[in-house]
């Protein structure tokens, strides 16, 4: 099976809803990339919030701690001798958003057989699923020695299925707008491949790897001022975290990003210097659009990996260069590299 990247995953699920073509959707791919997160996030960016139901447009999910009764419902006679069918799982007959059955196949094979006639026709027990909500799974795959269960032919077959990759282009798009730091950042583009190292035939539960997941909560130690190398390798083990601390101590050979953002051409000659520049420059301009100019300006000084990297970034961060006044000498400059 082809993979596709977590990207273009999103863009799919995107046209299913706004096409409103609701077949249920299966992702499978390593742990760690963001695959619950695509659902969540197009859960705000096409309904309108990403908070729980009822609350929001989000419906979490976790059939792995769901037991038969929970899935199909029982009977229970009420007082009166009347019978009611009784279910003790969320279920929103009516609004519009995402139902995420996360980790699907973590769970056992009776819930997951109790689960087709949800999957497939929309209803527990006597009740239907509102029109406006749509399906989609997620989980790890067998070879990535999560534990998981093999799929059932049948629920298989009622999914459309797609494995995905994560990338650093596509992590980017994201990172840049949710907050992550600069360092991190860049420390990934001066080394991509570091954005997500797992092998299932040399995993250890005791060994930490990065993922885009662990790389998230490597950004939230940081912003709290935790950047001892013993607290970073519980999230990316230590050989990464070694890395990621020696490339932080460069930051004391770092001119002040302010200065440059106010008008001084300084322009480091190594590499993983201009790395940190670049990321620290696109963080700072997206919190103050005034130095939108200033940036493409300073892109045209750059050699010519690093001017591109700079302006897509800035792109990714959805900061507006294409209005700045240096944007057209950028492209004349660049005319060769598409944006």
Known sequence: MSTIKVGKAKEILRNLIRKNIKHPVLLLGAPGIGKTSIARQLAKEEFGSDLDWPEGNYLNVELSTREVPDVQGFPLVKPNGELEWVSLIDFPEEGRGIINFDEINLAELDVLKASYRWIHERCVGRRKLGDGWFIFATGNRITDKCNVNMLPAALNNRFSIYELECG????????????????????????????????????????????????????????????????????????????????????????????????????????????????????????????????????????????????????????????????????????????
Request: a negative charge.
């Open 168 to 339: 650093l282009d596509d992590w980017k798009s994201w990172a840049l707008t949710n907050g992550i730091v600069a360092d991190v950042i860049g420390f990934l583009n001066w080394k991509p491949e570091a954005l997500f190292k797992f092998d299932p035939e040399r995993y250890a539960p005791e060994q930490p790897f990065p993922t885009p997941r662990s790389w998230h909560r490597v950004s939230d130690k940081l912003k709290a001022g935790l950047a001892d190398f013993e607290i970073l390798s519980g999230d990316i083990g230590e050989g990464m975290a070694s890395e990621f601390c020696e490339y932080l101590n460069v930051k004391d050979q770092l001119p002040d990003i302010d200065d440059i953002l106010e008008g001084k051409d300084i322009v480091p000659e190594r590499p993983d210097l201009l790395h940190v520049v670049c990321s620290t420059i696109v963080v700072k301009t997206a919190e103050k659009p005034e130095y939108t100019d200033r940036l493409v300006e300073y892109a045209t000084l750059l050699p010519a990996e690093f001017a591109v990297l700079l302006v897509k970034d800035a792109i990714r961060a959805n900061i507006k260069v294409k209005f700045a006044k240096a944007f057209k000498k950028f492209t004349a400059k660049y005319k060769d590299i598409i944006l």
